[in-house]
T-cell receptor
Framework: GENVEQHPSTLSVQEGDSAVIKCTYSDSASNYFPWYKQELGKGPQLIIDIRSNVGEKKDQRIAVTLNKTAKHFSLHITETQPEDSAVYFCAATGGGGGADGLTFGKGTHLIIQP | DSGVTQTPKHLITATGQRVTLRCSPR?????VYWYQQSLDQGLQFLIHYYNGEERAKGNILERFSAQQFPDLHSELNLSSLELGDSALYFCASSVVPSGGSYEQYFGPGTRLTVT
């Protein structure tokens, strides 16, 4: 089955700086890679996703890149703000013709220092 | 607000008991996925239902079962509960018309505590 590794587990950055979270996946059949933000006491919130036929996708301050050959994908947050503080999860899926659920990384606790 | 609703928000029960968690997907979504989130295991996929039929199983224990009803709401049944079943249980819904991977939107979760 799919295995997703996520690094770092904790990331502390100054407000206004950029943050980068990296993930690797094992199953070459995976073709969909979403990122979720989870705040305390809430469910994961989809913030951006990328499919295997695209190398990069951007949405305002958030961008995701995918390297299919190396099986790496990364989340980039620029001009970080206090409300960006949360736990971020990467995920992968694509097996079973899309029926399989998401395989998640262990999460990154992002701390924005004022 | 994702549009996915889950009840109850909190559930406290004793070992050996059985509970039912309920999920209503977003309007128009035919797929419901169930996930378990715990400190040691992280977020794990349990089971996927599409339009009333089971589509895929993940790390779901034999003591756990699910179903999706004609109105598309889903229930996750957990029986013979053990202390280790204490966790957050999320459902997510997705359009998934006939295959392929689509965005999954998560509900607020049910926190289960087994004492």
């Amino acid at each position: 089955g799919e295995n997703v590794e996520q690094h770092p587990s904790t990331l502390s950055v100054q407000e206004g700086d950029s943050a980068v979270i990296k993930c690797t996946y094992s199953d070459s059949a995976s073709n969909y890679f979403p990122w979720y933000k989870q705040e305390l006491g809430k469910g994961p919130q989809l913030i951006i996703d990328i499919r295997s036929n695209v190398g990069e996708k951007k949405d305002q301050r958030i961008a995701v890149t995918l390297n299919k050959t190396a099986k790496h994908f990364s989340l980039h947050i620029t001009e970080t703000q206090p409300e960006d503080s949360a736990v971020y999860f990467c995920a992968a899926t694509g097996g079973g013709g899309g029926a399989d659920g998401l395989t998640f990384g262990k999460g990154t606790h992002l701390i924005i220092q004022p | 607000d994702s549009g996915v609703t889950q009840t109850p928000k909190h559930l406290i029960t004793a070992t050996g008991q059985r509970v039912t968690l309920r999920c209503s997907p977003r309007s128009g979504d035919l797929s419901v996925y169930w996930y378990q989130q715990s400190l040691d295991q992280g977020l794990q996929f349990l089971i996927h239902y599409y339009n009333g039929e089971e589509r895929a199983k993940g790390n779901i224990l034999e003591r756990f079962s699910a179903q999706q009803f004609p109105d598309l709401h889903s229930e996750l049944n957990l029986s013979s509960l053990e202390l280790g079943d204490s966790a957050l249980y999320f459902c997510a819904s997705s359009v998934v018309p006939s295959g392929g991977s689509y965005e999954q939107y998560f509900g607020p979760g049910t926190r289960l505590t087994v004492t």
